[in-house]
């Protein structure tokens, strides 16, 4: 989260005047600028139980924003907080233990700390508490439960859940499949930037499920989500153009979209590539080579 998103969430936890709030804010943005007096004012506010300071001063460590990142430093403050009951430490303090991030990978124990956040409205371990029941991880397998938790979150305008909901529409897992309500939950995801979504969406309007067939449309999704740097999209451009679908047939640029696709892990990406590379000239895979490249150097990519 960028160094607003902080400034302004913890501004909505703290249940103080805005003059304290803002106080608040001016101070942690201090740290983040290197203010060393600052967080140390700060670490004294959270040894003496300031829970809202400790939970804070938590995911700052566990993400390294405005600090060094430091998984031993964000479990200590997080579990201080999440004793406390603070929601946002117990959720962060779930998903490090999910992912085995300073601690042994722990599902029983990421599930426990989950729950005591998503109990409490927390959208993000109502989010993760859905994947561990998808997934059982930590839990007995239940799609029924992660539909119910990922609607708990996706209804609070969680990006991430709303993304699962939709996938779960599509799939027909622990629900009734149904394509409308798919993209009703991808459109709101991919609204809010979700490039998952944004290239589900795109693949559901060119087929025509859920929502009206139109081909320009769809492959505006698949950009967008590209845009973000999304490999599987990157690869449905290129076999647009391998093969002319929605667009005219043009193996220069399904070469480009395919070499961006393998720099960004797609996998079938690179077998595609390799097979197209040996179909064009030297002088075609030249020209598609500098394409790639000027369009990642115009997004901003190395």
Known sequence: MGRLGWVLMLAFWLPCAAAEASYFGELLAKVKHGNEQTLEELLEKAKKGDVLIQSALGIMYRAGDGVPQDYKEALHWLRQAADQRDAPAQAALGA??????????????SVYWLNQAAQQGNAEAQSDLG???????????????????????????????????????EQGTGLQKDYKRAVYWYQRAADLGNSDAQLNLGLLTAKGFGVAHNPEQAMAWFFKAAEQKNGRAMYNIGVSYQEGWNVPRNLVKAHQWFNLASAHGDPEGRRRLEQLTNQLTPEEVAVAQQEALKWSKAHAEP
């Open 131 to 169: 994947t561990a029941y998808a997934r059982g991880q930590g839990v007995a397998q239940n799609p029924q439960e992660a539909v119910a938790w990922y609607q708990k979150a996706a209804e609070q305008g969680h990006g991430g859940a709303q993304f699962k909901l939709g996938f779960m529409y």
């Open 96 to 109: 490090m233990y999910a992912r085995g991030e300073g601690v042994l990978q722990d599902y029983r124990e």
